[in-house]
Each structure stands twice: as structure tokens, then as C-alpha cells.
């Protein structure tokens, strides 16, 4: 993998050891590592450069580790940067909030390093992906400008969260075929469903029907949800 910007990893880890650790193992997956151990030398480091993804614990000498992505996630220059929160809150209420702080994925201690990984190696993949689709898809009156991340009707823009882009982009690409839940799911959200059940899904095409003002998306009940108009990147 290369070591180019776009894989980039802010790290933030009190444990000296474990810093080390994941550190290493990161480098060897072939991503470049920046360490910090306190909020306020991550929060330096955020202001000075760019990256591609956070790795986060939570409970840290000088604050909460959550404070991280509420900033990421408010301000717009930065706000499509991946976080993974890395921490022994293991309560369900604990999850739930790293979720609703604006993680795209939460981790608990004990963990595999292995699986850590693998979880690195399928975001920095949306990353590779996204640039891939550096253009514009349209369907109809509906728009996607890649590049800048925004969806426009009839010339106007459309207000859409992050996850709903990211959906709509995911239906755009499989347009004309079946999508499952849980393919949505593993591809949107990134996780096994413990605490984003299906009904996370339902939910967000609804919305996303809602502020699109469009037919095109279909339950195909039991299988999924379909795009059925065409989609023409260019």
C-alpha cells in the first residue's frame, strides 16, 4: 500500500505501549502513523495537516476522546475524515454515544490487532474508491458532483448527511440491481449490526426518498432495495 497522503492515520493513545504497538503494526500494513497521547497535541496535530482517518481512545489524560469528532465532524474541511474509536467503554450507551460523536466505527479493548487492521484496510478502500468517482453522475434532475461531495435537483442543492450521500453514491453505482440490507449496511456503516440494525437502513432510504423527491429507489421485499432509474457518470 502506498504511503501517500491519502493514507494518512492520526493516531491517539495514552498507553505508551499500545501506542507503540498499533503504530508498528500500521506502518507494516504500509500506512503512515502520527502519534499523540493527549487531546491537545491530537488537536495540534488536526490543525496543522489533513487525514485521512482518526484512531481514537476515548478516555485520555486531558478530556474525552470524543471532543475529536464532534470538532471533525463540524467542521467542513475536514468532516469526511474516517474515526474508529479505540476504548474499554464497552456499555452499550458508551457505544451508542461514539456512534452519535461521529464515529464510522467503534472498537473495544481487548482487541486483534488483525481485526483493527482490516477495519484500516476497508475504510482507506472508500477512500481509493472515492477517487475513482472524482465526476459527476446524474440521474434525471438529480446530480452528484463527487468532487465536492454535493447532490443538486433542478440546479438546487440538496442538504444530505454523510451517510446519506453515501448511500445514494452506493445506489448510484449498483443502480439496476438488488442491494441487501446487510450489504448496505457492511458498506455505508462498516459494521456487524451488534447496535445498526436493519431498521438503520430503512430508516435512511426513507429520508433520503423524502429529500430527493424520487420513485427511483424500490423494496424489493425480502432482498433489498433497488435503483431503477439510469445513471450516466461522466
Keep these: 500500500m502506498k504511503n501517500e497522503s491519502a493514507q494518512k492515520i492520526l493516531l491517539l493513545e495514552d498507553d505508551e505501549s499500545l501506542n507503540r504497538g498499533i503504530s508498528l503494526t500500521l506502518r507494516k500494513a504500509g500506512y503512515e502513523v502520527v502519534s499523540a497521547f493527549t487531546l491537545a497535541k491530537a488537536q495540534e496535530y488536526l490543525a496543522k495537516g489533513r487525514y485521512s482517518l482518526i484512531i481514537c481512545d476515548i478516555t485520555l489524560p486531558d478530556?474525552?476522546?470524543?471532543?475529536?469528532?464532534?470538532?471533525?465532524?463540524?467542521?467542513?474541511?475536514?468532516?469526511?475524515?474516517y474515526i474508529i474509536y479505540l476504548t474499554a467503554l464497552d456499555s452499550e450507551i458508551d457505544i451508542v454515544n461514539g456512534y452519535e460523536s461521529g464515529a464510522d466505527d467503534y472498537m473495544t479493548k481487548p482487541f486483534s490487532l488483525m481485526v483493527l487492521v482490516s477495519k484500516v484496510n476497508a475504510l482507506m478502500r472508500r477512500i481509493d474508491n472515492a477517487k475513482e468517482y472524482e465526476s459527476v453522475m446524474t440521474c434525471g434532475e438529480i446530480e452528484v458532483n463527487c468532487r465536492e461531495m454535493k447532490v443538486y435537483k433542478g440546479g438546487e442543492e440538496i442538504a444530505l448527511s454523510k451517510k446519506e450521500l453515501q448511500l445514494l453514491v452506493y445506489l448510484w453505482e449498483n443502480a439496476g440491481r438488488i442491494v441487501s440490507k446487510e450489504n448496505i449496511l457492511e458498506h455505508i456503516w462498516d459494521v456487524d449490526g451488534q447496535f445498526v440494525d436493519d431498521n438503520t437502513v430503512t430508516v435512511n432510504i426513507s429520508r433520503l426518498k423524502n429529500k430527493l423527491g424520487t420513485e427511483e429507489i424500490s423494496n424489493v421485499r425480502g432482498l433489498g432495495y433497488i435503483w431503477s432509474g439510469k445513471v450516466i457518470r461522466r
Excluded at 478530556?63 to 469526511?80: H, M, P, T, W, Y
Design 63 to 81: 478530556g474525552s476522546g470524543l471532543e475529536i469528532g464532534q470538532k471533525v465532524r463540524a467542521a467542513s474541511e475536514i468532516s469526511d475524515t
